[in-house]
């Protein structure tokens, strides 16, 4: 292996792939993930108010026809009312899961103890914590505890073998410190927790370690493989606690994103009529002219809602589902000429 490749092994092309610098990088990961999803919905509605203030300003919009106003709010209720048919919806899909018959319910329960017990196993202690990102500290503790071991059991290797490895592990023990910072000072209720677990690239880590068994397989001394195998077990159990956080994280997502559309829908209808009603009367608009545009661009802004809060949190949801999309070390961020373990057909043989 060439000095370049042993460098590329230590790059991560997991979940959090690529430079995370840059104002407009920062903006869109507070868009997309970072920000609460509340004032992502007031930064659509602020984007909203302007824009419509300026297009009235500038006279490229007006709200003089009764017609035209009249059907805008037709189409607000109409789509209000579609909204909350898609929120029942993704209340039923939430609802599906959580209902099941005994025998059901009973393998889930187990899988979940048998998981816990393996955690607890992994980090020796006698029984894992019961919130989700304590869970994910052990995990990662196990894993750095394992470089560890597995840096220690090569110090008297070769150096070309000493070397790739103790430079994976040195990587793996500067995520592991990083993501362990994050999770100290996060709860379960906010978002960090998750957004950290996701940009954790145990994939990468994962497929680096299996490739690196194979290639140094006779080079490497039994306690070497032993601890590289439970480095590479670690790896999994965090997987998995991972694709476990994120699924409780999700459900609770939305099933709060459907009681704010809820809340939300009924003034959004009301505000809808009441653009009607501004504008029923036969002598015209019972409101000042003057003040008639921005009364009605505020009951917009209060009949869209909904629709701000339908973007934040899907943009959320559908962002966290894309960069965990693959399991184990199946990376689709990777290019498939790149990288340092090129491998053929028939290469050990």
Not at 246 to 271: A, D, H, M
Request: glycine share 6%; aromatic share 8%; proline share 4%.
């Amino acid at each position: 292996m060439s000095p370049s490749e042993s460098d590329e092994t230590l790059e991560s092309f997991g979940a959090d792939v690529g430079k995370r610098e840059g104002t407009v990088t920062r903006v869109q990961e507070w868009f997309l993930i970072q920000g609460g999803r509340l004032a992502v919905a007031a930064v659509l509605a602020l984007v909203v108010l302007v824009s419509l203030v300026a297009a009235y300003e500038l006279e490229v919009v007006a709200f003089a026809n009764p017609n035209s106003v009249t059907r805008v709010a037709s189409g607000m209720i109409a789509g209000t009312f579609s909204l909350v048919t898609l929120v029942v919806s993704v209340n039923q899909l939430i609802l599906s899961q959580e209902f099941s018959a005994a025998s059901k319910a009973r393998d889930r329960l187990d899988g979940v103890m048998e998981f816990r017990q393996d955690v607890a196993e992994e980090a020796s202690v006698p029984a894992s914590p019961a919130a989700p990102t304590r869970v994910l500290e052990l995990v990662i503790e196990a894993i750095r505890h394992d470089a560890v071991e597995l840096a220690d059991a090569v110090a008297d290797h070769d150096d070309e073998v000493r070397d790739v490895v103790v430079r994976y592990t040195n990587s793996i023990e500067q995520r592991a410190d990083r993501i362990d910072e994050t999770l100290e000072e996060t709860s379960f209720g906010t978002f960090t927790a998750v957004s950290a677990a996701i940009n954790y690239d145990e994939a990468w880590q994962l497929y680096v370690a299996t490739h690196l068994r194979g290639e140094y397989a006779d080079s490497l001394s039994s306690d070497a493989t032993e601890r590289l195998d439970e480095l590479i077990g670690s790896l999994k159990l965090f997987n998995v606690a991972r694709e476990h956080l994120k699924t409780t994280y999700l459900q609770r997502e939305l099933t709060r994103f459907s009681q704010l559309t809820i809340y939300c829908g009924v003034p959004s209808i009301l505000s809808a009529v009441a653009i009607g009603l501004l504008y029923a009367d036969f002598t015209g608009p019972n409101v000042n002219l003057a003040a008639m545009p921005y009364a009605v661009i505020v009951l917009i802004l209060i009949g869209l809602s909904p629709l701000f809060l339908l973007v934040s949190y899907i943009l959320r949801t559908a962002t966290v589902t894309r960069r965990t999309a693959s399991i184990g070390p199946m990376i689709p961020q990777k290019d498939p000429d790149e990288g340092p373990f090129d491998v053929s057909y028939g290469e050990d043989s």
